[in-house]
């Protein structure tokens, strides 16, 4: 009968001091020699981490009320726009949101810029009600001046992610980088073999409630994150191969910090922001064993064109060799270059294995897992 | 007789005339080809040295340019705010002369000045914007 362990006694060794917890890096080295048995039984915890921009992140705030009193409608923040439309003092600035289509500077500086305790400007306006009398506000806010600070970002964390070449004769600037033309270099983001979801690809630890490292803080996973799918075809190693399952992650922006939140303009295209992410992976049984040993050789992405306009797919790939500089694509060599910080990620894994390691990370038991079977809607132009 | 060292960007439908071979035998000016990522039907780059009297350097960046090919002088250098950078590599992905390179195993970048050729496109792909020019 195959080996089982509870969250609760993995809990019971991390406070006492004595579970041994690992990084996903240590443990796939360890995967050359050991069989998932022998880690089950050596191993407790394993400490999973990612640092790649996310567009699809933000806050929520809560500026406190003036005297008299306003129901901000239209709000900006160093002139970026928030939206307005909740509650009269709340607003949810988003990472990507920038005043005009070309400005270099968006919510995620904001975001960050508040993450460093720096004065932001408030500018507000409301139509004035009898409950609201206020019509216009414009003052400086800060971390502290403020009540909450949420970070909230709806799609984090991504499984997996395309690997992004340009067929065409023009230089593109995208969301995955610069594009040289005429497969000048091919272009990736994801930590391989650290990252969180690639180490339990089948979510049996991570689901609803999951406490995990957000941007230097505790956070949670709120919910499965938006186009969660878990319709990609697996490689013969379980791993879905291109863009799946997603995270949907909650924390208090008030304890983050700018090491492991920082914003990012991408020419051309806008801005986003690297979050840092670690994601504890309690080892309780050899299933989940034997997918934590996951190297980077075994997880492949697909590869595809963002010159052309229609993503056509152009090979597979494993991310051993899109790490080592170089990949061959239609009898050529071409240089390969990382978006997602594995620097950064690694220092996550650390200190997630320290926090744990040292009794001050407790683990948590998924309230609920995510659906198992989800595909994507297309949008229909119906009209 | 003057050293400086140029880039030349070639564009994907270069004519394919053979440029240093007219820059050595039309205007007698010594070549020094440092680095060269040319193939045809796609932009390529060359950075060379070129030594020749300052007038005939000049009639010779003429004679590239009258090729559709860009050649710029090697005159100022990039700086790059290091204590900032994330290490993500996005840079890395366009550096064609290989001064910004990611560590296979250390997983962090390396600026080597030396061989940069100053082409600018780091300044576009940096993310955080950790890239500027030095004009000396």
């Known amino acids: 009968m195959s080996k089982k362990r509870s969250i609760e006694e993995i809990n019971d060794k991390i406070r006492k001091g004595k579970a041994v917890v690992l990084t996903a890096e240590q443990v796939s080295a360890m995967g050359k020699e050991m069989t998932p048995g022998e880690v089950m039984s050596r191993v407790d915890v394993v400490t999973t981490a990612t640092f790649g921009p996310m567009c699809s992140s933000g806050v929520f705030i809560n500026f406190g009320h003036s005297s008299p009193p306003m129901r901000m409608e239209r709000l900006t923040l160093n002139n970026v726009p928030a939206y307005g439309g909740i509650a009269a003092v709340d607003a949810y600035l988003g990472a990507t949101e920038t005043a005009m289509p070309h400005d270099t500077y968006g919510g995620a500086h904001v975001i960050e810029d508040l993450i460093a305790g720096k004065d932001v400007l408030l500018q507000a306006t409301g139509k004035g009600t009898d409950c609201y009398p206020r019509t216009e506000i414009k003052t400086l806010v800060n971390k502290n001046s403020v009540n909450e600070f949420i970070m909230f970002n709806p799609r984090n964390a991504y499984q997996n992610y395309n690997v992004a070449v340009n067929s065409t004769t023009k230089i593109k600037f995208t969301y995955m980088g610069t594009l040289l033309p005429s497969f000048g270099n091919a272009n990736f983001s994801t930590s391989g073999e650290l990252s969180p979801l690639l180490n339990d690809p089948e979510m049996r630890t991570i689901g609803i409630g999951t406490r995990i490292f957000m941007g230097g803080t505790t956070g949670y996973v709120a919910w499965n994150g938006t186009q969660f799918n878990t319709g990609k075809p697996l490689n013969e190693n379980g791993i879905p191969v291109g863009n799946a399952a997603t995270l949907s992650l909650i924390g208090d922006a008030k304890l983050m910090s700018t090491r492991f939140i920082r914003a990012a303009y991408f020419e051309k295209y806008g801005v986003s922001m690297y979050v840092g992410i670690g994601i504890p992976i309690p080892v309780i049984d050899e299933d989940i064993a034997s997918r934590v040993l996951i190297r980077n050789s075994q997880i492949e992405t697909n590869i595809i064109d963002y010159g052309s306009g229609n993503f056509e797919v152009l090979g597979r790939i494993d991310y051993e060799k899109l790490f080592s500089g170089k990949i061959t694509l239609k009898g050529k060599k071409i240089r390969t270059a990382p978006l997602s910080s594995v620097k950064v990620a690694r220092e996550i894994a650390d200190l997630l294995k320290k926090e744990v390691a040292e009794g001050r990370f407790i683990l948590t038991e998924p309230v609920a897992l995510f659906p198992k079977t989800t595909g994507l809607n297309k949008l229909e132009i119906r009209i | ?136």
Do not use: W
Request: glycine share 6%.
């Open chain 2, 1 to 136: 007789m003057t050293s400086r060292r140029f880039v030349l960007t070639f564009p994907p439908d270069a004519t394919g005339e053979p440029i240093t071979y007219n820059l050595i035998k039309k205007y007698d000016i010594m070549v020094n080809i440092v680095k060269a990522d040319v193939s045809p039907g796609q932009i390529g780059h060359l950075v060379m040295e070129m030594t020749a009297p300052g007038k005939v350097l000049k009639e010779g960046m003429e004679y590239i340019r009258q090729q559709n090919v860009e050649c710029e002088p090697i005159d100022k250098k990039i700086h790059y705010k290091k204590d900032l950078c994330i290490h993500c590599g996005a840079c890395s992905a366009v550096c064609f002369p290989g001064a910004l390179t990611m560590g296979r195993h250390t997983a962090e970048l390396t600026f080597d000045a030396e061989k940069c050729v100053v082409c600018e496109l780091c300044l576009k792909s940096c993310p955080l914007n950790l890239f500027s020019i030095d004009i000396g």
